[in-house]
């Protein structure tokens, strides 16, 4: 049994860490465009900004369960198979990359507007400015925010089980729901419980350790 | 040298167009300390920003050492900025580095050399006096030291001039003062030209060699400092000068109807710049029109490198004689106002 666990918690893992990695690779230059784009930014262009801000809200707004379903053919092209623990993964990224824009944007906008201005008035190029003050500058909220993603797809993950795609949300569901078995339901909820503190107090502990760092706590 | 020619810059507002700038011409000579003051939304913000073109006017030209640069393409513009040094009244540094690191900024932006970034901050870290604080972060430091990083980073392009945006308004007076010597030291070591927007009359007596007041994105009146205190013209630049001079405290003596309470003689108050402090004028009164007078409040002070004083007097006596008395102050240096006639 503990195999069991120890075989789901490794899946659940497995499943987050890839997916909100490649999510946060595709999420943060989404957020940088939201912001830079905007009114009165460093690159406005309405047309882009409203288009992207449109459609992350309707990825956001889909329900989890049904993208899941919706995107099998593509998952299908992207990974060889519709079923399975790394094709659970396709769904779970595609469900956060708006998710990461979101954050990665709020986390850019509590940017102080005068060093951006500062930046210009020192001739810094658009491009510098990204890579040289607003990463930068952002990075304790971009952390936080990447540590937020974590945590929420280790909960969207459980639904993954839908197809197939294991680990402990699905656990739960299939031996401890389906079959009667608290004990195997209460288990995974704590090690879930568990994984969740763990990662977050990671992240907590790293945000504050940068700003600390930086006389900003 | 900046020629600033009729510009103009207009926004879009909710109510019709708002004129930020309304047809600004001014001259701003190379090497001088230029302050621009006016009441908060005169447009002063506005018009330092297009030194740099931080904001492009909607008309007119601004014209540095010869070159129009509202014409300029943004990619002309990012190098012209790299030769001007801009600070601000918040500092506007890096809080994701250290002061070192804030002074290397805008010549990482260039791509300079890594080695002579250093030798660079190196430089400047005593220029400001912050050698002690190189490896420390920017949130760390107090107002005055945070504005001094930004000085040390708007010289750190080796640039003609510096623009200053209200740069002492978020500062205790005595650290303004401190900040204003090294303004007015690197302008006279560096042969730099200093723009600066205030809306202290204080900073413009300070340091300025010339100043402009603008009002509703106008300007009232230009000149040099000097000119200005002596003889101002408009009733607004008037009493920022008359402010300037006396400071609040005889405005209150004078509203608290403290001199008013017994209405004798003829009551003016005599102001002088320059040559005026050292000549016997009070006494030359006395003794040529035989009227008595009662010195009741007076100030002497120093403008940059000039005396002037002011002086509340009550004048007894004959009143042809007072009269003459007038007529003669009025015929010297002296600016003479009468405040309350016998």
């Known amino acids: ?217 | 040298m900046i020629e600033i020619k009729s510009l103009r810059k207009t926004y879009q507002g909710p109510s019709g167009p708002l004129h930020a700038l309304d047809g600004i011409t001014l001259t701003i000579p190379k090497g001088k300390i230029y302050g621009i003051i006016g009441p908060s939304g005169a447009g002063k913000s506005t018009l330092i920003r297009t030194i740099n073109m931080l904001e492009r006017p909607t008309e007119g030209n601004v014209i540095i050492d010869g070159e129009d640069i509202t014409r300029y393409s943004e990619s002309q513009l990012r190098v012209l900025r790299q030769q001007i040094g801009m600070i601000f009244q918040h500092f506007n540094l890096l809080t994701s580095r250290t002061v070192a690191e804030n002074i290397a900024f805008p010549l990482e932006i260039c791509g300079v050399p890594k080695e002579q970034i250093r030798a660079r901050v190196a430089e400047l870290l005593p220029l400001v006096g912050l050698e002690e604080k190189a490896d420390t972060y920017v949130s760390n430091l107090s107002g005055g030291q945070k504005q001094r990083v930004g000085i040390a980073r708007a010289l750190a392009n080796h640039p003609k001039i510096l623009l200053c945006d209200e740069a002492t308004s978020a500062l205790d007076p005595q650290t303004t003062q401190s900040i204003l010597r090294l303004i007015s030291d690197i302008n006279k070591k560096l042969d730099l030209t200093v723009v600066l927007i205030t809306h202290e009359m204080n900073v413009i007596r300070e340091i300025c060699d010339y100043v402009a007041f603008i009002e509703h994105g106008q300007i009232i009146e230009a000149d040099s400092v000097r000119q200005i205190f002596t003889n101002p013209r408009s009733p607004v630049v008037k009493e920022f000068v008359q402010g300037a001079l006396e400071g609040d405290k005889l405005q209150h003596l004078l509203e608290e109807g403290l001199f008013h309470q017994s209405p004798r003689g003829v009551l003016i108050r005599v102001s002088f710049v320059g040559e005026g402090v050292n000549e016997p004028l009070i006494s030359t009164v006395i003794r040529r029109f035989d009227v008595d007078a009662n010195i009741l409040f007076g100030n002497v002070d120093s403008l940059r490198d000039t005396a002037f004083g002011t002086l509340l007097i009550e004048l007894t006596g004959e009143e042809t004689n007072i009269l003459h008395a007038i007529e003669y102050i009025r015929s010297t240096h002296v600016r003479l106002e009468v405040i309350r006639h016998g």
């Open chain 1, 1 to 217: 049994m503990v195999e069991t666990y120890l075989q789901s918690a490794w899946e659940t893992f497995y499943m987050v860490l890839i997916s909100s990695t490649v999510a946060t690779v595709l999420g943060i230059p989404l957020g940088i465009l939201l912001v830079v784009t905007e009114k009165g930014s460093i690159g406005p262009n309405r047309l882009l900004n409203n288009t992207l801000g449109f459609l992350i809200n309707v990825f956001r707004s889909i329900p989890f369960i049904i993208l899941l379903v919706a995107i099998l053919p593509l998952t299908k092209v992207l990974v060889g198979s519709r079923i399975g623990t790394t094709a659970a993964i396709v769904p779970l990224t595609i469900a956060a990359i708006p998710f990461v824009a979101r954050l990665i944007e709020s986390s850019l906008k509590e940017i102080n507007k005068g060093i951006i201005e500062a930046a210009r008035a020192m001739g810094a190029t658009p491009w510098q400015i990204i890579r040289m003050v607003l990463l930068p500058e952002a990075l304790p909220g971009i952390l936080l925010g990447i540590i937020i993603t974590f945590v929420t797809l280790i909960g969207y993950s459980a639904m993954a089980g839908a197809v197939g795609g294991g680990g402990l949300g699905d656990l739960a569901i299939r031996e401890g729901y389906m079959r009667n078995n608290n004990e195997v339901t209460w288990v995974t909820v704590v090690i879930l419980v568990v994984m969740v503190q763990v990662f977050q107090s990671i992240g907590d502990f790293l945000t504050s350790k940068i700003r600390k760092n930086r006389g900003l706590l």
